[in-house]
């Protein structure tokens, strides 16, 4: 066996494991961040709404429904089922928060991304830190790209239904 042939072999047994941080990682902050808003969703509104992105009848739908597709999508990546399609939605979630606080950045709006608060406008004195939001999301978007070109990961439904585990 060549040293080629060993160091492929051993990255097709590393990248089920990497991939299953991932999805794993990738759950926990889908979990959170809608078990943190579905309890007051209408803080949830205020939330989308301070982004001033569309109406506030829209904002408010939104706000409600966010925290549970964010919920269904950290189960789905959780027990590991149909994890590519998970990642996607959730890399799709993702670029729609960037492209939020990136809107909110350029047009100078001062709120809190409500990503893992309520939100919302800034107390008066305090500065927007948007730079640490964007580049948090971002790590979070590589755990879904990871899951989207190697979706196969341990201890999943996935590899149950296929007999990989």
Known sequence: MG???????????VWPWISTVA???LAAVFLIAGGLHVGDLAASGRAVNAYHLMSYDAA???GAVQPFLEIAVGLLLLAGLATRLSAAIGALFLVVFIAGIVSAWARGLQIECGCFNKGGELAAGKTAQYLPEILRDVGFLVLAGILLVKPRSRLSVDGL?????
């Open 23 to 25: 999805r794993l990682g």
């Open 60 to 62: 408010r739908l939104v």
């Open 3 to 13: 040293v080629t042939t060993m160091q492929t072999g051993r990255a097709a047994a």
């Open 161 to 165: 239904l296929m007999g990989e585990q």
